[in-house]
Antibody, heavy 124, light 107 residues
């Protein structure tokens, strides 16, 4: 059974960089059929796609966050990571990592497995 | 970007009821739509993809329909475990986007 687990600091100061890692177990991050994504959810609000990465390193970011986001992959550790710079209180959210299952010929995907999520609070 | 309008935002129903949730797109997305269920304090879970294909393990009382710009999630006979928040998501083009959510509560 595939499992994803987010890890990283639960508290980040304003203007600093949020860093999270997602560890994948029960399957290989190097599979050609999947992308790996980050989605966040501010308290009491809806879901926002942050970005995704393929095992080869190709990345896709939400334009609303693109200037501050970096997603990377470490296939040797079966992990992928998120960095969000210059954070403010508006970045306080539960951050989820998820597996994107390729569903179309042009490699678009929906998210079929999710981590449990980790709350990151931005506060001094 | 594709804008999504999900309605209603709040739905009150009773066990055994049939309910429908709507998701409308600002432009056509073929059938590239997924539905998720989220319970408080938990991650979303995939219910339906390709607008109408049930994810493995999801009860058959859940069904999805639609294509192009208008989509519907139907729960045919509500069970107690179905009271949750539901989201649609388009994966037709970047940036991927989610509907605003529909909270299904007990009447």
């Amino acid at each position: 059974q595939l499992q994803l687990q987010e890890s990283g600091p639960g508290l980040v100061k304003p203007s600093e960089t949020l860093s999270l890692t997602c560890t994948v177990s029960g399957g290989s991050i190097s599979s050609s059929s999947y992308y790996w994504g980050w989605i966040r959810q501010p308290p009491g609000k809806g879901l926002e796609w942050i970005g995704s990465i393929y095992y080869s390193g190709s990345t896709y970011y939400n334009p609303s966050l693109k200037s501050r986001v970096t997603i990377s992959v470490d296939t040797s550790k079966n992990q992928f990571s998120l960095k969000l710079s210059s954070v403010t209180a508006a970045d306080t959210a539960v951050y989820y990592c998820a597996r994107g299952k390729v569903a179309t010929e042009d490699e678009m995907y929906y998210f079929d497995y999710w981590g449990q999520g980790t709350l990151v609070t931005v506060s001094s | 970007a594709i804008w999504m309008t999900q309605s209603p935002s709040l739905l009150s129903a009773s066990t055994g009821d049939r309910v429908t949730i709507s998701c409308r797109m600002s432009q056509g997305i073929s059938s590239y739509l997924a539905w998720y269920q989220q319970k408080p304090g938990k991650a979303p879970e995939l219910l339906i993809y390709a607008a109408s294909t049930l994810q493995s393990g999801v009860p058959s009382r859940f069904s999805g329909s639609g294509s192009g710009t208008d989509f519907t999630l139907t729960i045919s006979c509500l069970q107690s475990e179905d009271f949750a928040t539901y989201y649609c998501q388009q994966y037709y083009s970047f940036p991927y986007s989610f509907g605003q959510g529909t909270k299904l509560e007990i009447k």
